[in-house]
Nanobody, 120 residues
């Protein structure tokens, strides 16, 4: 599975920004896609994940401000970020996880990071 992320950039505090990530390759029909982020000197943390069935999970720090959505037909996940804060500044990584029943193994793939910078 290959992940191609786009979006990100520089925005002022209080502004909005969007990210997208398209998956290609051997996509399993049941999977979760989403975003993690890592700020300098900090551990990678969950931003948001969404399953093919529509289930979502958000990190505490973004709940209510960020919205994840996906287009299963396009194997693409979107992240709409609003009310951005300087502490949202980080490299955002797209993630794809799935369980392959045929091989009894898990699949966990990462996209290239995309920088999001929020100025105060």
């Amino acid at each position: 599975v290959q992940l191609q992320a786009s979006g990100g950039g520089l925005v002022q505090a209080g502004g909005s920004l969007g990210l997208s990530c398209a998956a290609s390759g051997s996509i399993l029909s049941v999977n979760a896609m989403g975003w993690y982020r890592q700020a300098p000197g900090k551990e990678r943390e969950l931003v948001a994940l969404m399953t093919t069935g529509g289930g979502t999970s958000y990190g505490d720090s973004v709940e209510g401000r960020f919205t994840i959505s996906r287009d299963n037909a396009k194997n693409t996940v979107y992240l709409q970020m609003s009310s951005l804060k300087p502490e949202d500044t980080a490299v955002y990584y797209c993630n794809y996880i799935a369980y392959d029943v045929a091989t009894d193994s898990s699949v966990n793939e990462w996209g290239q990071g995309t920088q999001v910078t929020v100025s105060s």
